[in-house]
């Protein structure tokens, strides 16, 4: 079973709307990364959460890390076109290894304009 | 811009012909990764490097060799390459101080491998 799951699977909007994208470990969290993936592109980093209740954002993304429930949610206010591509979460590996990530299978997000 | 360069950026081989994948740095970064993104299996690493001639093993690293002879050169060789093997490799380093914990990844653009 995956280590880190995340929900939805996909997900279409229509812009303007607000949208939240939640990752579950099954352990606990060390560290957990957002990262963002444009359709055929590289992963670009988002933003990192490390402590629990710490809550980050950037532009219109806000990231929040609760650590009892061992989740991370992403909330995306105001929804753009540009917003739509594949969402990863990345968490500090779970064997012990802190320079290894493991990942969500990623969350696809399409806007409608 | 974390001068990442993978090349090629697309590739299609037959069965069984060996594949080399380049991962390029400018900046002479210790840890570097090689990953795969396959649907409904997301990103698995394959290989990962702490520095020259030091590698290690990831979840998926059968059918897969690396090599690392200079800090900036990252190289993922498919020995005999399978259809199995059809896929997205990323490269991935760590950019010192890699935030807190000091293992915040930046990625290349990928490289699509078809085998035919």
């Known amino acids: 079973s995956q280590e880190l799951e995340q929900s939805p699977q996909s997900l279409i909007v229509q812009e303007g709307k607000n949208l939240t994208i939640n990752c579950t470990s099954s352990k606990t969290l060390y560290g957990l990364y957002w990262y963002k993936q444009k359709y055929g592109e590289g992963l670009i980093f988002l933003m990192m959460l490390q402590k629990g209740g710490e809550e980050k954002s950037h532009e219109k993304i806000t990231a929040k890390l609760d650590e009892k429930k061992q989740q991370s949610s992403l909330h995306i206010t105001a929804s753009q076109p540009s917003h739509a591509g594949i969402y990863l979460c990345?968490?500090?590996?779970?064997?012990?290894?802190?320079?290894?990530?493991?990942w969500g299978l990623g969350t696809s997000l399409a806007v409608n304009p | 811009d974390a001068g990442i360069t993978q090349s090629p950026r697309h590739k299609v081989t037959e069965t069984g012909t060996p594949v080399t994948l380049r991962c390029h740095q400018t900046e002479n970064h210790r840890y570097m990764y090689w990953y795969r993104q396959d649907p409904g299996h997301g990103l698995r690493l394959i290989h990962y490097s702490y520095g020259v001639k030091d590698t290690d093993k990831g979840e998926v690293s059968d059918g897969y060799s690396v090599s690392r002879s200079k800090t900036e050169d990252f190289l993922l060789t498919l020995e005999s390459a399978t259809s199995s093997q059809t896929s997205v490799y990323f490269c991935?380093?760590?950019?010192?101080?890699?935030?807190?914990?000091?293992?915040?990844?930046?990625f290349g653009p990928g490289t699509r491998l078809t085998v035919t």
């Open positions: 990345g968490a500090v590996g779970f064997g012990g290894n802190n320079r290894k990530l493991i």
């Open positions: 991935a380093i760590i950019i010192p101080p890699g935030g807190p914990l000091g293992n915040e990844q930046y």
